[in-house]
């Protein structure tokens, strides 16, 4: 039993680890494109950002994929494949989150339905309720991508849900 617990928390510490990084590194990637004239080059700076999320998903796929064979050749339970599927999800929504405040602060015009005269916090609060409706499909539409980067960004946070909720789950059951 302690062999069990002992596994998660460090599945846990380990995910931890990347989001923090991750988080940080976007953070980074905010803070030198205020500094240096994000709007004056935009295109420039949505390219990066555009190149930084397509290495992120592939990154975050070909990882989760590691994990979770990890996961399978030490013939783990199903619920450390939902421990690690719910930390990935944490990963990608928050990260993602973090791309659309990238590139609402390069374009004003990014999305319809977010106001840019509110405080940093309450835009990146409602960018992360825009992420998770993205990433659960909802698809409200009261926040909208209408820059074609922002768009972009939308259509790699639904390829990164769908990936990683049907081919994680089909690859744990079919090695089970």
Known sequence: ???????????LMNLTKELV???VLLIVFFVVMNLWGHQKNAYLWAGALIIFSVAKI??????????????????????HM???L???ITIIITSFAIDYL?????????FLGIEYGQPLKYRFFNLLYFSI????TVGYGDIT???????????????????????VISKYFRNK
């Open 1 to 11: 039993m302690t062999k069990g617990i002992f596994s998660k928390i460090n599945l």
């Open 21 to 23: 990084f991750l988080i």
């Open 58 to 79: 592939y990154f975050l796929v070909s990882h989760t994929f590691k994990k979770l064979d990890k996961l399978i050749e030490n013939n783990h339970s199903f619920n």
């Open 82 to 84: 939902l421990l690690l």
């Open 86 to 88: 719910g930390a990935i």
């Open 102 to 110: 990238c590139i609402s602060e390069i374009y004003k015009d990014a």
């Open 133 to 136: 409706v993205t990433f659960t």
């Open 145 to 167: 991508p209408i820059n074609p980067a922002a768009k972009l960004i939308t259509v790699f946070e639904m390829m990164s849900a769908f990936i990683v909720i049907v081919f």
